[in-house]
């Protein structure tokens, strides 16, 4: 069945610093890929997604790009602030309108 | 526009009673999904609605949980006899199905069984 796997937390940084969060899927055919983000007491949103390889999907500083030759959907963002200190789920959904399957979720913590 | 509802927010019930959790989905969203996040499972989805009727039930746990929708709108998502375990939030989502793929997702609703 399809899976999402995505990097163990959490991760700490620092203001300004670069980040990353790798998430890597298995999945038949060409799922859609997305990122979801959840803040300190708040619900699901959706961060980005791309819907074919070779995508980019972008929001908020942040990118990722469907790579299909190694089934990657890297999460990164040049200079991460206070404010994206969350958790970061990457999930794949292999058609509209069906089940989204998500990753475990990575932690980012933030800091001055 | 409204974002998807649910309704309660929270609800804490004693081992072995019933509880009913609602959904109100975005307007004109034909797609509406039941998601439970827990501690030790993350994400985990339990059923799929297209309009009134369920094309994928795969999720759900037990017979002790079922879910209906009606209308094509608001869904009820109803565990029977509670246990410690059902302990979780779980999540609506709904979808437009013209095309586009991304899931909306409510603010949920804690259930805490004691």
């Known amino acids: 069945g399809d899976s999402v796997t995505q990097m163990e937390g959490p991760v700490t940084l620092s203001e300004e610093a670069f980040l990353t969060i790798n998430c890597t899927y298995t999945?038949?055919?060409?799922?859609?890929l997305f990122w979801y983000v959840q803040y300190p007491g708040e619900g699901l949103q959706l961060l980005l997604k791309?819907?074919?390889?070779?995508d980019k999907g972008s929001n908020k500083g942040f990118e990722a790009t469907y790579r299909k030759e190694t089934t990657s959907f890297h999460l990164e963002k040049g200079s991460v602030q206070v404010s994206d200190s969350a958790v970061y789920f990457c999930?794949?959904?292999?058609?509209?309108?069906?089940?989204?399957?998500f990753g475990t979720g990575t932690r980012l913590q933030v800091t001055l | 526009g409204a974002g998807v509802s649910q309704s309660p927010s929270n609800k804490v019930t004693e081992k072995g009673k019933d509880v009913e959790l609602r959904c109100d989905p975005i307007?004109?969203?034909?797609?509406l999904y039941w998601y439970r996040q827990s501690l030790g499972q993350g994400l985990e989805f339990l059923i799929y609605?297209?309009?009134?009727?369920?094309?994928?039930k795969s999720g759900l746990p037990s017979d002790r949980f079922s879910a209906e929708r009606t209308g094509g709108s608001v869904s009820t998502l109803t565990i029977q006899r509670t246990q410690q375990e059902d302990s979780a939030v779980y999540l609506c989502?709904?979808?437009?199905?013209?095309?586009?793929?991304?899931?909306?997702f409510g603010p949920g609703t804690r259930l805490t069984v004691t």
């Open positions: 307007s004109g969203h034909t797609a």
């Open positions: 999930a794949l959904s292999p058609r509209a309108a069906s089940k989204l399957t």
């Open positions: 999945a038949t055919g060409y799922p859609s």
């Open positions: 989502a709904s979808s437009s199905t013209s095309g586009r793929v991304e899931q909306y």
């Open positions: 609605f297209q309009g009134n009727s369920a094309p994928d």
């Open positions: 791309a819907t074919k390889a070779d």
